[in-house]
């Protein structure tokens, strides 16, 4: 009988402290914005650094279209930004530099694919592995591509292949 209430007790704090089975299954994790490192990567107010999964942005200052793939992603995200992570556990949890893998939304739209939409990013399948989003990511890279949007009207070297990462030319 006391392990009954125990168990219920803790079933109780877990919902007053909002999480949920569907938040640990899916690995939703929430965070504010502290900085945008560059087109694909920010950091949090709590330190953690977060490489958007599966997606890949010119470098600013070496490659074409740097700087303004680091502008596009801090515009969807700016400093002080709310936005919910989520972890896709068919990819890496992390990067070969520490950074977590994640897909990012603000305000219930998918950064990542916004990036892509917008011409600022390309779809990256590292390894060839293709998560939850793969799909929304290829048709946002074809889309932005047909319409030369971003870095596919302003960098003639640029090319659409997921399987590899994105070589925009010299900036």
């Given at each position: 009988?006391?392990?009954?209430?125990?168990?219920?007790?803790?079933?109780?704090?877990?919902?007053?402290a909002?999480?949920?089975?569907?938040?640990?299954?899916?690995?939703?994790?929430?965070?504010?914005?502290?900085?945008v490192?560059?087109?694909?990567?920010l950091?949090?107010?709590?330190?953690?650094?977060?490489?958007?999964?599966?997606?890949?942005?010119?470098?600013?200052?070496?490659?074409?279209?740097?700087?303004?793939?680091?502008?596009?992603?801090?515009?969807?995200?700016?400093?002080?930004?709310?936005?919910?992570?989520?972890?896709?556990?068919?990819?890496?949890?992390?990067?070969?530099?520490?950074?977590?893998?994640?897909?990012?939304?603000?305000?219930?739209?998918?950064?990542?694919?916004?990036?892509?939409?917008r011409?600022?990013?390309?779809?990256?399948?590292?390894?060839?592995?293709?998560?939850?989003?793969?799909?929304?990511?290829?048709?946002?890279?074809?889309?932005?591509?047909?319409?030369?949007?971003?870095?596919?009207?302003?960098?003639?070297?640029?090319?659409?292949?997921?399987?590899?990462?994105?070589?925009?030319?010299?900036?």
């Open positions: 009988m006391g392990a009954d209430r125990l168990i219920a007790a803790a079933v109780g704090a877990l919902a007053l909002g999480c949920s089975a569907t938040d640990a299954e899916v690995g939703s994790e929430r965070g504010r914005v502290a900085r490192t560059d087109g694909d990567t950091r949090l107010a709590d330190g953690r650094r977060i490489r958007l999964v599966q997606v890949d942005a010119p470098e600013p200052r070496t490659e074409c279209w740097g700087e303004e793939a680091a502008q596009e992603l801090a515009e969807l995200v700016p400093p002080g930004a709310a936005v919910e992570l989520e972890r896709d556990p068919r990819l890496d949890d992390r990067d070969r530099f520490g950074r977590l893998l994640r897909y990012v939304t603000r305000d219930g739209r998918l950064v990542n694919v916004a990036l892509v939409e011409g600022a990013a390309a779809p990256y399948f590292f390894r060839g592995e293709r998560g939850r989003h793969a799909g929304e990511l290829l048709d946002a890279g074809q889309s932005a591509l047909a319409a030369r949007r971003g870095l596919w009207g302003g960098c003639p070297a640029a090319r659409l292949d997921p399987d590899r990462a994105l070589a925009a030319g010299p900036g």
